[in-house]
T-cell receptor, first 113, second 114 residues
Framework: DTAVSQTPKYLVTQMGNDKSIKCEQN?????MYWYKQDSKKFLKIMFS???????INETVPNRFSPKSPDKAHLNLHINSLELGDSAVYFC????????????FGEGSRLTVL | AQSVTQLDSQVPVFEEAPVELRCNYS??????LFWYVQYPNQGLQLLLK??????LVESINGFEAEFNKSQTSFHLRKPSVHISDTAEYFC????????????FGSGTRLSIRP
């Protein structure tokens, strides 16, 4: 059983399209995250939800909209995709009181043509 | 605000040689410190962490890191590396007050030569 699973693993799409990435965790954690990893491997936090409530919302274009239907799921919807959105998007989860111990999914590689 | 600097983007070493991956951080508040490892085409995994107490922390696969408050460093070391240690290593910090906000360094690629 995969602890943090993301779908799809690969996404290739045209500029201007809208796409979604889904994430599910079966660890019973209360906090979930989206991170973006660029081509230079730099990892930047985008959003974090704790018990379905948004707690971290970094400087991210509002074309990116996270949604957490329950504490085991965190989805990421991206509107009007741009070339610069090409990256690997990682979902992660943690138990808020267990500082810093993130469990990552395997990533979703988004390529915008 | 916090920031993390990993001074080496790549570190090539021979198998069975010792290695040190450097990490310095900047923060006006107390922080927790972490090292994560990313194997090719995988997500990151926690390697070790410093929360409090002994400044020397160890992982199960032979890595260790030492928290040095005066130098604001948290360097990662291993006395003898193996081919399987080839990966990207990320240093990270989070402030005590907002432990969910984990900031990562830019990563160091460790490549092991036979």
């Amino acid at each position: 059983d995969t602890a943090v699973s993301q779908t799809p693993k690969y996404l290739v799409t045209q500029m201007g399209n809208d796409k979604s990435i889904k994430c599910e965790q079966n660890l019973g954690h209360d906090t979930m995250y989206w991170y973006k990893q660029d081509s230079k491997k730099f990892l930047k936090i985008m959003f974090s939800y704790n018990n379905k409530e948004l707690i971290i919302n970094e400087t991210v274009p509002n074309r990116f909209s996270p949604k957490s239907p329950d504490k085991a799921h965190l989805n990421l919807h991206i509107n009007s995709l741009e070339l610069g959105d090409s990256a690997v998007y990682f979902c992660a989860s943690s138990q808020l009181r267990q500082a810093g111990e993130l469990f990552f999914g395997e990533g979703s590689r988004l390529t915008v043509l | 605000a916090q920031s993390v600097t990993q001074l080496d983007s790549q570190v090539p070493v021979f198998e069975e040689a010792p290695v040190e991956l450097r990490c310095n951080y900047s923060s006006s508040v107390s922080v927790y410190l972490f090292w994560y490892v990313q194997y090719p085409n995988q997500g990151l995994q926690l390697l070790l962490k410093y929360l409090s107490g002994s400044t020397l922390v160890e992982s199960i696969n032979g890595f260790e890191a030492e928290f040095n408050k005066s130098q604001t460093s948290f360097h990662l070391r291993k006395p003898s590396v193996h081919i399987s240690d080839t990966a990207e290593y990320f240093c990270a910090v989070s402030p005590y007050s907002s432990a969910s906000k984990i900031i990562f360094g830019s990563g160091t690629r460790l490549s092991i030569r036979p």
